[in-house]
């Protein structure tokens, strides 16, 4: 069962809610984050972005980035603009975003339930992008950027969620990028022991829904401090690391779509003949967006088409295989188009759902050939593929909105 606790949080004074909290690291480029921070003095990209703060030709990865990072955070915390609570909590946060809301408990997940696989994975990650946040948390003393948890709801942590919002005002009440972020401080002894309980009794397994890297590189900070104290007894606060765990039924994946470069040689009648074993391809007079699994819509030139893969060639069988990602790559993408490795072949690219079809529009009117917009990706799929222990093709997900960074701050020791 999932252990999942509270913590003394430091978290931005009422007066700098606003202007602390910013979009993860990971979404944006070092010169994007140096555009983003002029006028705002107190934004988090100090600290997780630090390489904006020092002469622009530094490598992002030199150690002086984490030493400036480590100095920006003790600053705001030393004047006051990032303030401890006094006794571990738990913290409900709140987004809507177009009228969709999602609720989740802030707190501490374990690396022990990690290491164990409670807490279960569906991505690979690389060793370039952990060591960055190994040595941003090893040297800040501190996980800044929460854990995307989710898992399958419960009714009891639901009501007690619901009841504490409904009998208290939010601490956090503001917009930012367009999402509206409400967040709750749980500080009643009584009830933060309660709900950990729930949590260890009531919940099995808990699924990383976004932030595999950040996740591996807390666990092995964790792992890091254990062996520098021997004699750890297990309640020592490297033990834990921050996360925001979400009910299942909160959360909405959306579409992860591709475009391609060129047709492979083929001229686009080819290409359509070609691909035409195991797809269906009907004309569509306007942008199509799928409606269902197993359904793609495909721009080739100024023509959009309702694609739908033939029943034959999809093993459902497979929590992998089944995948529309998995389907486009297996019988489309390599053997017609010849992309083998998604991830490393530059003639194709990838658009979250958030920037819509026109996007897609946009870019076989510039730079690519051909688009195809992707049904998306379900959350029990996630979870079934992790279930099953196996790992989801690249670029299969895309969540929104985006969890803050700097909203809430938990130091190691």
């Known amino acids: 069962m999932a252990v999942f606790r509270g913590f003394r949080a430091y978290r931005p004074s009422a007066e700098r809610q606003a202007d602390i909290p910013a979009l993860p690291y990971d979404v944006m480029s070092s010169d994007e984050a140096r555009e983003m921070v002029k006028g705002k003095p107190f934004s988090f990209l100090h600290i997780d972005k630090a390489e904006i703060d020092l002469p622009k ?48 408990v802030v707190g501490c997940a374990s690396i022990d339930d990690y290491l164990n696989n409670v807490i279960k ?60 972020q409400t967040v709750w401080v749980v500080d009643d002894n009584y009830t933060v022991v309660k709900l950990s309980a729930l949590f260890n009794n009531c919940v099995p397994a808990m699924y990383i829904a976004d932030g595999h890297h950040r996740c591996a590189s807390a666990v092995k900070v964790g792992q890091m401090r254990r062996e520098e104290n021997p004699d750890y007894t297990g309640e020592e606060e490297f033990n834990y690391f921050l996360a ?4 299942d039924s909160d959360l909405e994946i959306m579409d992860y779509n591709r475009v391609v470069k060129d047709l492979n040689g083929y001229t686009p009648e080819q290409f359509l003949e070609k ?7 009907e004309k569509q007079e306007k942008r199509y967006k799928p409606t269902e699994k197993h359904t793609f819509g495909m721009l080739l030139g100024k023509q959009w088409y309702k694609l739908t893969a033939k029943p034959e060639f999809i093993n459902e069988s497979s929590p992998v295989d089944r995948l529309d990602v998995s389907i486009l790559q297996d019988n489309l993408l390599a053997p017609v188009l010849g992309i083998e490795n998604p991830k490393t072949d530059e003639r194709i690219a990838f658009i979250g759902g958030i920037r819509g079809l026109e ?30 222990g196996l790992i989801m093709p690249p670029k299969s997900t895309w969540f929104e909105p985006k969890l803050l960074s700097g909203l809430f701050i938990h130091h190691l020791s």
Request: glycine share 6%.
């Open 359 to 388: 996007e897609l529009e946009r870019r076989v009117n510039s730079d690519m050939a051909l688009a195809f917009a992707m049904y998306p990706t379900t959350v029990d799929d996630l979870m079934d593929i992790a279930d099953a």
């Open 244 to 247: 925001v765990a979400f009910p």
């Open 121 to 180: 994975k569906h991505e690979h990650t690389l060793a370039k992008k952990e060591q960055d946040r190994i040595n941003h948390v090893n040297i800040c003393d501190a996980n800044t950027g929460p854990i995307f948890l989710t898992y399958r709801k419960d009714a009891d942590i639901n009501k007690l969620v619901s009841d504490w919002m409904y009998g208290h005002k939010p601490v956090y009440n503001f917009i930012a990028d367009g999402v509206q």
């Open 57 to 104: 030709e530094i490598n992002q990865y030199d150690e002086r980035v984490y030493l400036k990072a480590k100095e920006n955070l003790l600053k705001l915390e030393s004047e006051g603009e990032l303030v401890q609570d006094g006794s571990p909590c738990f913290y409900i946060y709140k987004q809507v975003m177009n009228g969709r809301g999602q609720t989740g």
């Open 275 to 281: 691909i035409s074993d195991k797809f269906t391809a």
